[in-house]
């Protein structure tokens, strides 16, 4: 990122690669803690599972780290759900709001 414009703002400089920036834009919302909770699943069971740090699996479920599409796709098959379901560039409705 040296050298370019963007690298020059503090969050953008010390972003990690993929996290979401500018309060929002390019956020990537996520279900993951939602459906760990409903199945009994552990961020380390989840993690073993996919191949990745249990830290990872925090910083997805915080916003903190957008996934990979790879990634993404991953996740959702290990929830035998569509990612859609899992991911939204949207904020899911909270449940039990009326328009949910």
């Known amino acids: 990122m040296v050298g370019r414009d963007d690298a020059t703002t503090p969050e953008r400089a010390t972003a990690p690669a993929g996290a979401a920036t500018d309060a929002g834009r390019d956020a990537v919302y996520n279900r993951i803690s939602m459906l760990r909770a409903e199945r009994g699943i552990s961020r380390r069971?989840?993690?073993?599972?996919?191949?990745?740090?249990?830290?990872?699996?925090?910083?997805?479920?915080?916003?903190?780290?957008?996934p990979s599409?790879?990634?993404?796709?991953r996740i959702a098959e290990y929830f035998?759900?569509?990612?859609?379901?899992?991911?939204?560039?949207?904020?899911f409705p909270r449940l039990g709001d009326p328009g949910a």
């Open 80 to 91: 035998d759900v569509a990612v859609e379901v899992v991911f939204s560039t949207r904020p």
């Open 45 to 66: 069971e989840l993690a073993d599972a996919l191949g990745v740090h249990y830290q990872t699996v925090g910083y997805l479920e915080r916003g903190e780290y957008s």
């Open 69 to 73: 599409l790879f990634l993404a796709l």
